[in-house]
């Protein structure tokens, strides 16, 4: 069987290289040529860990085309995972879904199983089917399937090789063989549902997720409020089965293509339907109002931003990726910066991304290092809780400081130790030291 993946972002190029490993053949389309000449001579378009590996591991079972008559005369299945991006309104754009199911229409000539990988709106494979039929030339069967791609940035390989769970929407039995044979090697179970049920899993998945996080930035401030410590509390609610865990880190909130996108257009279907989804509203609200609340603790400590310096650590919107899209960093950089204050900003991967996402000022200044971010700063601001930030040399850090102050939006420090270098330490949802 024969695999085509048409979008190589994230989801499809990892899907891509990993369905290779598994040791498919497969066809990876999208229509940015320069993204596909760079693809052929095995140069990435972002960072993702071990990627750039198992490509060249795979890159004998591997094609690259921005050609969507190729792939449809040489694929028996095809993974849709082009952009789905927020439209003003918070609703999802779904015009990439509509111009790829109507190329593939129009290119189709045998039985084809065509995929929604993307995270799209519930009902959207009908309207995948509803486009099709308007374009395919009579008699030539196809099928649409819902496979939702549970993937994160940063770890997505292991995420995909090794998923949780396997969710596949089918309409036929024909469909379902399909799969079988396609996850035969996946240890994770399969379940298979109708179509509509799938594309809500996918939606439902990130809406909740996202919502543990907001729960927990509840909190926090609570705990800031009362002297409780939400590392504590976060521990203690992780043990109930029921909760778990996972995703309860307090912080800055979430950022990323998924979840401020996902939770929007989930609220927007909600409400289209007529039902009260106004819980999404809150979560989102939550996440928004994490920036301005970092910014007060800022402000609460050196009073007037105008004119201090601020070594920011960390600008992808988690570890482990070079993306920058909805990242916090870019609000409270822009913040800071719009109250006269001056931005030494340092990410081990994401500068790039930063930089052109970010436009020039003159108030920024792109660090060589954690230490070159930090001379003469005010604060360090901790945006990203990468590693490299754990094992910082702090005794000399403290030396090229005006004022030996951090702000941990990420609570990654080890706090007893920060203490006893005598720094004032802020982190998130407890107290820390020297204020
Ligand atoms: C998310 C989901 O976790 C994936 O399952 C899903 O496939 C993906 O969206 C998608 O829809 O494509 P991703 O956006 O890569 O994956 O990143 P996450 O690891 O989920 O983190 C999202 C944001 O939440 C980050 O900004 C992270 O810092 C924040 N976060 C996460 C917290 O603030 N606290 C936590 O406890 C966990």
């Known amino acids: 069987m024969k695999l085509g993946v048409i979008g190589l972002g994230h989801v499809g190029l990892v899907t891509a290289v990993c369905f290779a490993e598994k040791g498919f053949e ?6 940015d040529k320069k993204r596909i000449q760079n693809l052929m001579n095995k140069k990435l378009p972002f960072y993702e860990p071990g990627l750039s590996e198992l490509l060249e591991k795979n890159f004998n079972r591997l094609k690259f085309t921005d050609s969507i008559k190729e792939i449809i005369e040489n694929v028996d299945v095809v993974f849709l995972c082009v952009g ?12 990439q879904v509509e111009d790829a199911s109507r190329e593939i229409a129009k290119n189709l000539n045998k039985y084809l199983l065509i995929v929604e990988k993307s995270t799209v709106p519930v009902k959207t494979a009908e309207w995948i089917k509803k486009v099709m039929s308007l374009y395919v030339k009579k008699d030539i069967p196809f099928e649409v399937a819902s496979n939702p791609e549970f993937l994160r940035e940063g770890s997505a390989i292991k995420d995909f090789l090794e998923p949780d769970r396997i969710v596949v929407g089918i309409e036929s039995d ?10 035969k090697d996946f240890k994770a179970p399969i379940i298979f549902t109708d179509i509509e049920t799938a594309e809500i899993i996918k939606h439902a998945s990130n809406a909740f997720l996202a919502t543990k996080i907001s729960f927990i930035n509840m909190i926090a401030d609570l705990c800031e409020r009362t002297g409780a410590d939400v590392i504590k509390v976060a521990e203690a609610m992780g043990f109930d089965k029921r909760i778990g865990r996972e995703f309860l880190n307090a912080g800055i909130g979430y950022g990323g293509s998924c979840f401020p996108k996902d939770v929007k257009a989930f609220y927007r279907i909600g409400e289209e339907l007529g039902l009260d989804f106004s819980l999404l ?7 928004e109002e994490r920036v301005n609340k970092f910014i007060e603790k800022i402000k609460k400590i050196l009073w007037i931003i105008r004119d201090k310096v601020f070594a920011v650590w960390g600008l992808s919107f988690k570890p482990g990726t070079d993306d920058v899209r909805e990242a916090p960093s870019l609000k409270i950089v822009r913040k800071i910066i719009e109250e006269g204050g001056i931005c030494r900003v340092y990410d081990p991967y994401a500068m790039e991304n930063f930089k052109r996402e970010f436009g020039e000022s003159e108030r ?5 290092d954690i230490y070159d971010a930090c001379r003469n700063a005010h604060a360090i601001l901790i945006l990203t809780e990468w590693n490299e930030f754990k094992k910082a040399d702090f005794s000399k850090i403290k030396e090229m400081m005006e004022t030996a102050i951090i702000v941990d939006g990420r609570n990654c420090l080890n706090m007893e130790k920060i203490c006893k270098l005598e720094f004032i330490y802020i982190p998130t949802g407890r107290k820390g030291c020297g204020y």
């Open 26 to 31: 497969v066809i990876g389309m999208d229509k």
């Open 364 to 368: 920024i200044y792109y660090a060589e």
């Open 84 to 95: 789905t991006p927020p439209l003003p309104d918070g609703s999802a754009d779904l015009s």
């Open 174 to 183: 024909k469909a379902k063989n399909i799969f079988e044979e396609i996850y």
């Open 281 to 287: 509203k809150c979560v989102d609200k939550i996440n």
